[in-house]
């Protein structure tokens, strides 16, 4: 079983910038597609990036492009979300995914972290 761990979270201003981490362990990422979801209270889990397993192709939603940057780390297992000029409607829990095989931006993952609370304050 792999084990995500997702850091980083917490309060932030509006306009200000956040860096997101997921380490894994036990098994390495090298050869898994990896994502991240956020879930706002009273609101469904929504995609918001992938990353290939070489780091060569990402997605993002539509309403994060161009802010916030999914990028990682094989040697230490470790996958990151920079988000930047980030609004109070982004409060949300943030939740690192794991899957072998091709990216998707769907929810169909392998693996899930307990996710981070971000909590973006005006």
């Known amino acids: 079983q792999v084990q995500l761990v997702e850091s980083g979270g917490g309060l932030v201003q509006a306009g200000g910038s956040l860096r997101l981490s997921c380490a894994a362990s036990?098994?390495?990422?090298?050869?898994?597609?990896m994502g991240w979801f956020r879930q706002a209270p009273g609101k469904e889990r929504e995609f918001v990036a992938a990353?290939?397993?070489?780091?060569?192709?990402?997605y993002y939603a539509d309403s994060v492009k161009g802010r916030f940057t999914i990028s990682r780390d094989n040697a230490k297992n470790t996958v990151y979300l920079q988000m930047s000029s980030l609004e109070t409607e982004e409060t949300a829990v943030y939740y690192c995914?794991?899957?072998?095989?091709?990216?998707?931006?769907?929810?169909?993952?392998?693996?899930w972290g307990q996710g981070t609370q971000v909590t973006v304050s005006s």
């Open positions: 995914a794991g899957r072998r095989g091709s990216i998707i931006t769907t929810n169909k993952y392998d693996y």
């Open positions: 036990g098994r390495t990422l090298s050869s898994y597609a």
């Open positions: 990353i290939s397993w070489s780091g060569g192709i990402t």
